[in-house]
């Protein structure tokens, strides 16, 4: 029971309760103690974001650059099975969602929403500083790690396996500790301003989604076990823990530590495959975004129109919303803040788009961590994918 309480899942979900309960306990407050109250939670939630955010990219040089070095030769085969094996995933989970969407919309009725209460654009006080993306991260670990390989420059590999461990003791002592800060202050605002309760006009279709979101991650890790022939459970068992993470920040990148601390326990999985796929993975693998995006899309034109949109718009929208999720932010919302800028003109023929973004962001940002959360534990069923790669090249199967 005592391991139980302290878990960090269980930690998270607390967070994620207390947050709620506060922010409608705001609403109840008067005059000058809502604005304290709201800045407060601003504030926590700006603050502790920054350096989380500023962590993640050193995580991820971290973790990929030492990997390149321990796998050697076999990298470049890798890094391409990976990428295209990120957006086998993310196109079928797209025109599954797309399948379903039109099938099940139709049948559901959407109420009006409640008034949403706006927060100021800023808190007033205000930690910011420069932070590198995780893109950019991701691309300087793999040119270092390549620059490694190819010198043969041993004391340098060294030196990174080094820096691997401190900036995981840094992430287990400073990162993790601000997680459920960050997760609950985010939720309290999603409370207050009323996002939440919005929630249940479109619960069918946010219910859709998530079951959809469900679905994929079991047929992933079912294709994972027939492909490698070993038990998926044995890493989907472990991964509560960064699934409860991942709902609550909303953010693949800020859930990175945690997918490795789960996928460490799995004793089919290899360190120097996971240390690799899965910084790569959270930048351009987002199944569970992509059939929040294509259901929502589904939705949001049925819901203006009283129709559904044409299947061919439907299709080229998914792939190329596919294509744009790799190097989509890591941050809430990332995939549908990027897929805003071709909706007028895939979906919508050039129409304006504002009604349309507007209505679908409202309920992407509410429903976003269960799609951030599939992303990830998923992630585990593709990289056992991977393993698998890895073992069948170091046995001189495939020829480099």
């Given at each position: 029971m005592k391991k139980l309480f302290g878990s960090t899942a269980f930690v998270l979900i607390v967070a994620i309760l207390a947050g709620t309960l506060a922010g409608y306990g705001i609403k109840?407050?008067?005059?000058?103690?809502?604005?304290?109250?709201?800045?407060?939670l601003m504030s926590l939630k700006k603050a502790t974001g920054q350096v989380i955010f500023f962590m993640v990219p050193l995580l991820i040089f971290a973790c990929v650059?030492?990997?390149?070095?321990?796998?050697?030769s076999n990298v470049t085969s890798l890094l391409v099975f990976t990428m295209v094996l990120a957006y086998l995933s993310s196109i079928g989970a797209a025109f599954f969602s797309m399948s379903v969407s039109r099938f099940f919309v139709p049948l559901f009725h959407f109420g009006s929403q409640a008034e949403v209460i706006p927060l100021p654009k800023e808190p007033l006080v205000n930690l910011s500083f420069p932070?590198?993306?995780t893109m950019s991260a991701l691309l300087l670990a793999l040119l270092v790690g390549l620059g490694v390989v190819w010198t043969k420059y041993r004391a340098?590999?060294?030196m990174l396996e080094k820096l691997q461990e401190m900036i995981l003791l840094l992430v287990r002592k400073i990162l993790l500790p601000l997680l459920p800060v960050f997760v609950g202050s985010n939720f309290a605002l999603l409370a207050y301003t009323g996002q939440i309760t919005n929630m249940g006009v479109f619960l069918p279709v946010v219910a859709m989604i998530v079951v959809c979101q469900l679905v994929w991650i079991v047929f992933m890790y079912v294709v994972a076990s027939v492909y490698t022939g070993s038990n998926g459970w044995h890493v989907l068992k472990y991964y509560p823990k960064a699934y409860f993470t991942a709902l609550g920040s909303m953010s693949s990148a800020a859930t990175l530590p945690f997918a490795i601390e789960c996928i460490e326990k799995s004793p089919i999985v290899k360190k120097e495959t996971y240390d690799f796929t899965l910084p790569l993975f959270c930048n351009i693998h987002l199944c569970g975004s992509v059939i929040a995006e294509i259901a929502l899309v589904t939705t949001t034109y049925y819901t203006l129109n009283g129709s559904l949109p044409s299947m061919?718009?439907?299709?080229?929208?998914?792939?190329?919303?596919?294509?744009?999720?790799?190097g989509s932010p890591g941050v809430p919302g990332g995939l549908n803040v990027a897929c805003s800028t071709i909706v007028g003109s895939i979906i919508l023929g050039g129409e304006n788009?504002?009604?349309?973004?507007?209505?679908m962001t409202a309920i992407y940002t509410v429903q976003d961590g269960f799609g951030t959360a599939?992303?990830?534990?998923?992630?585990?069923?593709?990289?056992?994918?991977?393993?698998?790669?890895?073992?069948k090249i170091e046995s001189g199967?495939?020829?480099q």
């Open positions: 109840l407050l008067d005059g000058d103690a809502v604005i304290v109250a709201r800045e407060t650059t030492p990997s390149i070095t321990r796998l050697s932070t590198m993306d340098a590999a060294v061919l718009n439907l299709a080229v929208f998914s792939v190329v919303a596919c294509v744009i999720a790799i788009p504002e009604t349309f973004i507007g209505i599939c992303n990830v534990t998923t992630d585990g069923a593709l990289t056992l994918i991977c393993d698998k790669k890895v073992a199967d495939i020829v």
